[in-house]
Every structure is written in C-alpha cells, then in structure tokens.
C-alpha cells in the first residue's frame, strides 16, 4: 500500500534526492518526494507496518522527521543539523 508521510526539515531536491536514494537502498520503491507542498510529503510503498517503522526510522536519521513527531529544542537543532549535511550529500550525489 502507498503511504505519505508528512516530513520536516526537506527544503530542496538535495533532500530529495538523500531520501529516495536512501529508502531505495533499503529495499523501498515507488518512493517520491513532493516538493510543491508545505509540509512536503514523501509518498512509499509499504507492504505491513514494519516497513512503517523502518520509513519513519529512516527518515529521522537522515534528519527529516514527521512533522507529527513530538521533539524538544535541542532533538529539534540535532536533527536539522543532520539534514542539512544530508541535503548537502543529496546536491553532490
């Protein structure tokens, strides 16, 4: 089933290239990141909802967290700190 994950902290085609390059090598298709809208969605394939959990893991590492995610100030700064080096990782790759 597709599923659409309202994500935080993607700003450009960097991001959005870090995301669907990293969930692909983590054996997810059909992945997409929608840059036209505020929040921007990132739209998976998901077959149960391990691979739910894995998605959202995933995406937090890299930084991009859902924007349902309860965060604190500092978890807050941590993680746009790691997706601005993932947005800039996705703009060289």
């Given at each position: 089933m597709?599923?659409?994950?309202?994500v935080a902290n993607v700003r450009c085609g960097g991001c959005?290239?870090?995301i669907t390059t990293s969930l692909q090598k983590s054996g997810f298709e059909k992945v997409s990141v929608d840059l036209s809208?505020?929040?921007?969605?990132?739209?998976?394939?998901?077959?149960?909802e391990?691979?739910?959990?894995q998605v959202q893991a995933i995406l937090r590492s890299l930084g991009y967290p859902l924007t349902t995610?309860?965060?604190?100030?500092?978890e807050d700064t941590i993680l746009k700190a790691k997706s601005f080096v993932s947005?800039?990782?996705?703009?060289?790759n």
């Open positions: 597709k599923k659409a994950f309202e959005a290239n870090t809208c505020e929040p921007r969605k990132v739209t998976v394939e998901i077959a149960d391990a691979q739910l959990a995610d309860e965060r604190g100030f500092s947005c800039a990782l996705g703009k060289i």
